[in-house]
């Protein structure tokens, strides 16, 4: 823990948050989930083809005070909502109408590194650039876009640029239910309804703020029929909060996580979702006789050294009982998910913290990031097998740029625990003390970045880079 800072100090703070009422700033709450805005596509014969701005807006968030001001991407937060089909190719005019240089990173997405919007390829204030890529077969997913230079990610995105991305497939077989959105981002505001700066536990434990938003609304409501059946994706948008979702009553299936369908539906009871990673659900109303806490975050301790631990049940939307309907079982199969094979490559990554210099606190492999530096060489095609070492005493999600993994096993007291079944991720949370074996292919070559997905962190240097040739 850092020293000199009382724990308990901001306890009551988080408590008022939940009120919907925080350092003075109230919030209203309750209204209906806002859909997310969707980019206009000008792009004929199937592709996909618009333009995103990045520029300062200003919101009324606050009733009866000065409207705040967001960054935001065509003036909406979340910025706007790009479909396309595996096979598409995505066109992009982006203009940066910032004062910062910003990028767009693809999170997720398999583009080419010349696309993938990384620290290496900013574009300056007021300039404009081309993004182009094609999704291939396969990539059908739930991704997210958000900026990426280095040093500033946390900022340009704790002030609201970041938009989802669905790549759909067109033999998806749960395209038959009504799908909701719904992106989970963090808002801390000062007490004027302004955007707050981070504080020293933010840079330390990765900013959070008094509210946790589902599309930029706090605890909105959605109408769910007992016995309905509903596809629900979810991005944990948070700078830093390991968000562990469940909807107590319900009946909740896992179908997806970042980069598509899983095997078959998995039954489950909550779902650890850590910064920049998603999820597919398939949410069935079982209301049975009362009224249900709908859709929350159970207390989960990621290791925090200044911010409190989450130690209540933070509630995040309200789902309203409307009627009775009967649904179609699932179906059984949902996809191939053959395992990666076996690996010519295996690395290990370690994760750790340096109290002792503030220029270097978080580290990968007893390194802070260095643009110069490339930290490890891999080959197109080839398969890498990394054990991702969590030798720290907070949580740090892993991330890694250009493809998806596949999580094989994790430790537990120690112990290497075999995954359940096979996914494809982008991020990973690994736990203080825990160790995590995966498993990758690039099949693309360049320059690719991997860090630890809170943002304060990822600033401070918590990442490093792989070359592909
Ligand atoms: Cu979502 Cu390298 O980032
Ligand atoms: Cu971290």
């Not at 850092?2 to 209203?28: E, N, Q, S």
């Not at 981002?185 to 000062?190: F, I, P, T």
């Not at 179609?328 to 490559?345: S, T």
Request: proline share 9%.
């Amino acid at each position: 823990a850092m020293p000199g800072m009382d724990h308990g100090a901001h306890a009551g703070h988080d408590m008022a948050a939940m009120a919907g009422d925080a350092g003075g700033v109230t919030l209203p709450e309750g209204r209906p989930l806002p859909p997310l805005q969707r980019l206009v596509n000008r792009g004929g014969a199937g592709g996909v083809s618009g333009e995103l701005v990045a520029a300062p807006i200003k919101l009324p968030l606050l009733p009866g005070r000065q409207p705040t001001t967001f960054w935001a991407y065509n003036g909406s937060v979340p910025g706007p909502l790009i479909e396309a089909y595996e096979g598409d190719t995505v066109e992009i005019a982006f203009t940066n109408r910032l004062a910062q240089p910003t990028t767009i990173h693809w999170h997720g997405m398999p583009v080419p590194a010349e696309q993938d919007g990384n620290p290496h390829d900013p574009v300056p204030p007021g300039a404009s650039r081309h993004y182009r890529f094609t999704l291939p077969k396969g990539s059908a997913g739930t991704y997210w876009y958000h900026p990426h230079p280095h040093g500033y990610t946390g900022q340009q995105a704790y002030m609201g640029l970041a938009g989802t991305f669905i790549v759909r497939r067109r033999d998806d077989p749960l395209a038959h239910l009504p799908e909701q959105l719904l992106v989970l981002s963090d808002l801390k505001l000062d007490g004027d309804g302004s955007i707050a700066a981070n504080s020293m536990a933010d840079h330390h434990d990765g900013r959070e703020g008094q509210f946790v938003l589902v599309n930029g609304a706090l605890r909105p409501t959605l109408a769910l029929a007992e016995g309905e059946r509903q596809r629900w994706r979810l991005w944990n948008a948070t700078s830093a909060r390991i968000l562990k979702i469940a909807l107590p009553a319900h009946e909740v299936h896992l179908v997806g996580t970042d980069g598509g369908a899983i095997a078959s539906p998995r039954r489950i009871e909550h779902l650890l979702l850590s910064p920049g990673e998603r999820a597919e659900l398939v949410v069935t109303g079982r209301f049975g006789a009362g009224q249900t806490p709908g859709l929350v975050a159970l207390p989960y301790a990621r290791g925090k050294a200044m911010h409190p631990e989450q130690d209540t049940v933070l509630p995040l939307m309200t789902l309203n009982r409307h009627g009775r309907r009967t649904s179609a079982p699932l179906p059984a199969r949902l996809a191939e998910v053959p395992a990666l094979p076996a690996p010519a490559v295996k690395r290990r990554v370690e994760f750790s913290e340096n109290m002792a210099d503030p220029k270097a606190m978080f580290l990968i492999n007893g390194k802070t990031y260095d643009m110069a530096r490339i930290d490890f060489e891999g080959k197109v095609g080839q398969v890498e097998e990394w054990e991702i070492v969590g030798n720290a005493h907070m949580d740090h999600p892993f991330h890694l740029h250009g493809t998806q993994f596949q999580v094989l096993a994790r430790t537990e007291d120690g112990q290497w625990r075999d995954e359940p079944f096979l996914a494809w991720h982008d991020v990973v949370n690994v736990a203080a003390g825990e160790s995590v074996r995966l498993r990758f292919r690039q099949d693309l070559p360049g320059l690719r970045m991997f860090h630890c997905h809170i943002l304060e962190h990822e600033d401070q240097g918590m990442m490093g880079q792989l070359l592909v040739r």
